[in-house]
């Protein structure tokens, strides 16, 4: 049933809010893992093998696009780890320079989010603009862009 809506949003017909388990209005990986994690361990590696097969699942961390965007105050950044590890998500201006980073020194697998208010490593609020987030996790970047508007 779950990949059979998979990839739904809010504005979908045939929209079923009740496989909305992250919230963000759309059937995604966040919700899969959400769903997933309410298992044990052989339970997860069944789903996750089923996953990769049913709804193409990445073999590698995904980092999903941040919510809202644009953003004024603050946004949600979801990503899934696949394997558990250290994970870091840095977050980069449009010239490259880093603004912030979050480094997790262990995280397990499944879906997390960092909420980000839009200020520095400071604590200084930032320029308005184009924003890039990279997640790192083991030997994998993924990479994605924000808007900031003031």
Do not use: C
């Not at 992250?22 to 919700?31: K, L, R, T, V, Y």
């Amino acid at each position: 049933l779950f990949a059979d809506n998979f990839g739904l949003t809010r504005a979908d017909r045939g929209w079923d809010a009740s496989y909305d388990l992250s919230g963000n209005g759309e059937i995604d990986f966040s919700d899969f893992f959400i769903f997933g994690n309410q298992f044990g361990r052989d339970g997860q590696a069944k789903i996750l093998a089923m996953a990769r097969d049913l709804i193409g699942l990445p073999l590698k961390a995904l980092l999903q696009p941040n919510y809202p965007n644009p953003f004024n105050t603050h946004t949600t950044i979801p990503y899934v780890v696949l394997e558990p590890g250290r994970v870091a998500l840095d977050i980069y201006d449009i010239s490259g320079q880093l603004v912030r980073s979050f480094i997790f020194h262990r995280q397990r697998q499944g879906s997390h989010q960092v909420v980000w208010d839009g200020t520095d490593e400071r604590g200084q609020r930032i320029s308005s603009g184009a924003y890039f987030t990279r997640l790192r996790v083991a030997d994998q970047d993924e990479f994605g862009k924000m808007l900031f508007l003031k």
